[in-house]
């Protein structure tokens, strides 16, 4: 069985640190979610994640550092990467911001899944970086959530997806994370591009502002992936974790559409009747009218701040999955809407409903 120490125990990083030396797993708390950790440069502790999340060996892992200096080792830059790199990491980091640059040669390939690039990032939230200096290893790190399902943002989530895991430490910490969505994930790419394969709450706003005032020439393109509802080993995707179905909870899952938007999207007949077996999620008390229908509400946030809205997303989907008489889960619709922090949860919106859009009637 997997066990839980507290994070406010000197002993308990002492012993997480030890067990990623000998190559065990840790999941620790991140300022975005749960990461399930090993030693990036032991392939055989690697494959413990692959095994334990059951996830496909196509999908590369971010190795989590504790300072920049440590990405030396790790990658083969090129001048444009490096200038990049450079100040994207001294200005974001540490935060939730994964930078993917070309990968060093001696790096495991299980980490990379083959390719020639590899995922950095710093995280912020001291439990993380005590983890990370205690141990003076670079740590790989995946969400630490069963493959597909929904990220975990405290100790319990993991331990209701991982908890069967023979050898695993869960740390935890006195809060939940303080995001509760992954990082925005960029690639610079070896000559003038740059690429955002996953939107988060580092926008390419503030990416593309801090690049322009050193005088970086460079274009940054949001890469609109084809966006694949089954997952197949060979499949090449940029980043794999755009699946269609990801983040996704064991109950149907439906967004509710907008209804003043204005672009027609297809939207199914969710009858009223169905509305005592769903759990509504709601954003700024949008949808509120139908809070006394519903077998339960929730509001991502009642006064539409959006950091309280990602902090609760993940928490709220899994809070549903266990709710008894549950059968149907609506989610808010932020299509519309052009903030890059609202589209970043959207994202995740997006997936855990697979897209699917109903009215009510
Ligand atoms: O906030 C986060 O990023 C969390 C915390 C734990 O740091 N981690 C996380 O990892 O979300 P994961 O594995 O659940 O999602 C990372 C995504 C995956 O979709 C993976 O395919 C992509 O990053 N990725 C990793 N390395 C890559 C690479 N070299 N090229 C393209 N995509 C990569
Ligand atoms: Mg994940």
């Given at each position: 069985?997997?066990?839980?120490?507290?994070?406010?125990?000197?002993?308990?990083?002492?012993?997480?640190?030890?067990?990623?030396?000998?190559?065990?797993?840790?999941?620790?708390?991140?300022?975005?979610?749960?990461?399930?950790?090993?030693?990036?440069?032991?392939?055989?502790?690697?494959?413990?994640?692959?095994?334990?999340?059951?996830?496909?060996?196509?999908?590369?892992?971010?190795?989590?550092?504790?300072?920049?200096?440590?990405?030396?080792?790790?990658?083969?830059?090129?001048?444009?990467?490096?200038?990049?790199?450079?100040?994207?990491?001294?200005?974001?980091?540490?935060?939730?911001?994964?930078?993917?640059?070309?990968?060093?040669?001696?790096?495991?390939?299980?980490?990379?899944?083959?390719?020639?690039?590899?995922?950095?990032?710093?995280?912020?939230?001291?439990?993380?970086?005590?983890?990370?200096?205690?141990?003076?290893?670079?740590?790989?790190?995946?969400?630490?959530?069963?493959?597909?399902?929904?990220?975990?943002?405290?100790?319990?989530?993991?331990?209701?997806?991982?908890?069967?895991?023979?050898?695993?430490?869960?740390?935890?910490?006195?809060?939940?994370?303080?995001?509760?969505?992954?990082?925005?994930?960029?690639?610079?790419?070896?000559?003038?591009?740059?690429?955002?394969?996953?939107?988060?709450?580092?926008?390419?706003?503030?990416?593309?502002?801090?690049?322009?005032?050193?005088?970086?020439?460079?274009?940054?393109?949001?890469?609109?992936?084809?966006?694949?509802?089954?997952?197949?080993?060979?499949?090449?995707?940029?980043?794999?974790?755009?699946?269609?179905?990801?983040?996704?909870?064991?109950?149907?899952?439906?967004?509710?559409?907008?209804?003043?938007?204005?672009?027609?999207?297809?939207?199914d007949i969710f009858l009223k009747s169905l509305l005592r077996k769903t759990i509504l999620i709601d954003?700024?008390?949008?949808?509120?009218?139908?809070?006394?229908?519903?077998?339960?509400?929730?509001?991502?946030?009642?006064?539409?701040?959006?950091?309280?809205?990602?902090?609760?997303?993940?928490?709220?989907?899994?809070?549903?999955?266990?709710?008894?008489?549950?059968?149907?889960?609506?989610?808010?619709?932020?299509?519309?809407?052009?903030?890059?922090?609202?589209?970043?949860?959207?994202?995740?919106?997006?997936?855990?409903?697979?897209?699917?859009?109903?009215?009510?009637?």
């Amino acid at each position: 069985m997997a066990k839980i120490v507290t994070a406010l125990k000197p002993e308990s990083l002492e012993e997480c640190s030890q067990f990623l030396q000998s190559g065990e797993l840790v999941a620790f708390p991140t300022e975005t979610v749960y990461g399930l950790g090993a030693n990036a440069l032991d392939e055989k502790a690697l494959e413990k994640i692959f095994l334990a999340k059951g996830r496909p060996k196509s999908d590369p892992l971010i190795v989590h550092l504790s300072g920049m200096v440590q990405a030396e080792s790790l990658t083969e830059m090129t001048a444009f990467q490096r200038q990049c790199f450079d100040i994207l990491g001294n200005q974001f980091w540490p935060g939730p911001l994964t930078i993917i640059v070309k990968a060093s040669r001696y790096l495991p390939k299980i980490v990379t899944a083959g390719g020639d690039s590899v995922a950095l990032r710093i995280p912020n939230g001291e439990t993380a970086l005590k983890l990370l200096s205690l141990s003076k290893l670079p740590i790989a790190a995946p969400s630490a959530n069963k493959f597909g399902h929904v990220s975990p943002t405290k100790a319990q989530h993991v331990m209701d997806d991982l908890g069967n895991e023979e050898k695993l430490i869960i740390l935890e910490q006195d809060h939940d994370c303080k995001i509760g969505i992954e990082s925005t994930i960029i690639k610079i790419m070896e000559d003038y591009e740059i690429h955002l394969l996953r939107p988060g709450f580092i926008s390419t706003l503030q990416i593309s502002s801090i690049l322009q005032k050193s005088n970086i020439s460079f274009s940054l393109k949001r890469v609109k992936k084809t966006i694949v509802s089954n997952y197949s080993e060979d499949e090449k995707l940029d980043s794999p974790g755009q699946l269609l179905t990801h983040y996704s909870p064991n109950i149907e899952s439906f967004i509710l559409a907008d209804k003043n938007k204005k672009n027609n999207i297809s939207a199914d007949i969710f009858l009223k009747s169905l509305l005592r077996k769903t759990i509504l999620i709601d954003f700024n008390m949008k949808n509120i009218e139908y809070s006394e229908q519903v077998l339960k509400y929730y509001d991502l946030s009642k006064s539409g701040n959006n950091l309280e809205a990602s902090k609760n997303l993940f928490s709220f989907l899994r809070q549903s999955e266990i709710e008894q008489n549950a059968e149907y889960i609506l989610l808010p619709d932020f299509s519309e809407e052009n903030d890059e922090e609202l589209s970043a949860i959207f994202d995740r919106i997006y997936r855990a409903a697979s897209g699917k859009y109903v009215a009510i009637n």
